[in-house]
């Protein structure tokens, strides 16, 4: 008989910065290459086309231990997994101005293409003697290839000197094409209705879908003095729905999820006093979610680790207001601040596991408040600019950002909520005066406080929770160069 007291007691006294794992070592290892481009023709005085272009390509190799002891429960007997990420995108812009620039028009097309190749190693009990070769070890290969096209139109009109409409139209149709395949890398014990040998395909499917949609938008602006500007506007957006990439549960079953759609309408000023020594913006917004992807965590039926699947599981409401304030004392000082409160609860929610049936760990989760979502966060910064003649000019930049608690699940789980925190960031950057060179000494989270960005509660699957902590205090060189 296997004993798993006195491992996960001993773990139990480490404190959360020591490591407790069966594996050498676990890292995340990844290398990214970005390649973007703008360039702006300007056709005449009143017509100008832009091109905007971004090309990146991504490659991650990835080792944990899954389960987070010393025991082998979930560790994979090499690598966990590896991906190759490409992707471009390429906007063109048409901006102009007409009948004595009462009207203004933007006419924009969008590509975005993107592949992904991503391998995954997992396995259950795969070092425990006794119990390995219990449940196969799986190989999991998944390829994807999104393409996502989109046209868009804008035009604002001043219907009077001080009132003005805007109004615009986007149309997006994406195409996702997925495919999946599941081999067995090493045999199992005879089980019923589990006995695969070694190679054994046990998922093998390809699917694809179009997701499209139109999305709306109109606003209202009033002059209400020279230096003040109150604006009402309504828009519309959404997120293109998908595949649940890590079921490993048959051909038939693979997991489409549909889109979201958000409705918002706002409400603000915008200000300047002291002759536009002293800026202030303010807005309230409220929002109605409806179709909101939503994950749950459930044991796989072949290899018993725990499969995240996704579902349109929620509506919500979110709202929320925010100020901010820029002060120019000086022509070499700007001080800034801004606040801002939210509010988001569910109206509506079920979840349903794979097969179909409601999962009763999210009854009641109506009027929890949506993950990521911090009750409120403030900003204050202050920067000095300090010219330097033949040298340039240096900036010194000091920033605090605080923010409040946020739910980092849907059960806003206790374990792995964000607590209110404060950061302390500060930059100093030299721009040399040849205006293309700067250099910069920076640093962040200089109190070096201890904050949690993210977590994973797989208590009910693994008996496991896993917390990402945010980064430490930080120090860096800079050098930038524009060409």
Known sequence: MIDFQAPCAADQQRSEFKSASDITFAEDDLRSTLYASRVTWEIDEALTLRSITSFRDQDDDLRQDRDSTELSLASAPIDSGSSQ???????????????????????????????????????????????????????????????????????????????????????????????????????????????????????????????????????????????????????????????????????????????????????????????????????????????????????????????????????????????????LPTSYLKLEASVSFFRSRYTDFEITGIDGVPNPSFIGVEDAPLPGQPDYSMTLAATYDQPLGAWGLLSTRAQWTQRGPQANDVLDTRAIRSDKYGLLDARMALALSDGVTELALFGTNLLDRSFINNGIDASDSLGVVSIFRGPPRRYGIELRRAF
């Not at 219907?159 to 094409?177: F, I, P, Y």
């Not at 800026?279 to 939503?294: C, L, P, T």
């Open 85 to 327: 990420q490409s992707a471009y995108s390429q906007e063109l812009q048409l901006t102009g101005r007409g009948l004595q620039d009462r009207l203004g028009y933007m006419l924009g097309v969008y590509v975005f293409g993107e592949n992904i190749d991503q391998n995954e190693i997992t396995g259950v009990f795969s070092g425990i003697p006794g119990l390995n070769g219990l449940i196969p070890v799986i190989d999991s290969r998944i390829d994807v290839d999104n393409r996502s096209y989109s046209a868009y139109g804008q035009l604002s009109f001043a219907l009077t000197e001080a009132l003005s409409v805007t109004a615009g139209l986007r149309r997006t149709v994406e195409r996702k094409r997925f495919r999946k395949v599941d081999t067995t890398l090493t045999a199992v014990q005879p089980m019923p209705g589990i006995d695969p040998p070694i190679g054994s395909v046990l998922t093998n499917f390809e699917r694809s879908r179009r997701f499209s949609d139109f999305s709306p938008s109109l606003s209202l602006s009033y002059a209400i003095r020279p230096t003040l500007l109150g604006y009402a506007s309504y828009s519309t957006g959404f997120r293109s729905g998908g595949f649940n990439s890590m079921l490993n549960l048959n051909n038939s079953d693979t997991g489409i999820f549909s889109p979201e759609d958000l409705t918002s309408y706002e409400v603000g000023f915008k200000s300047s006093f002291f002759d536009d020594r002293l800026f202030a913006n303010g807005a309230v917004f409220y929002s109605i979610y409806q179709d909101i992807q939503r994950s749950l965590t459930t044991g796989g039926a072949l290899t018993g680790a725990p499969t995240v699947i996704v579902r349109n599981a929620a509506e919500a409401r979110l709202q929320g207001a925010e100020l901010e304030l820029v002060a």
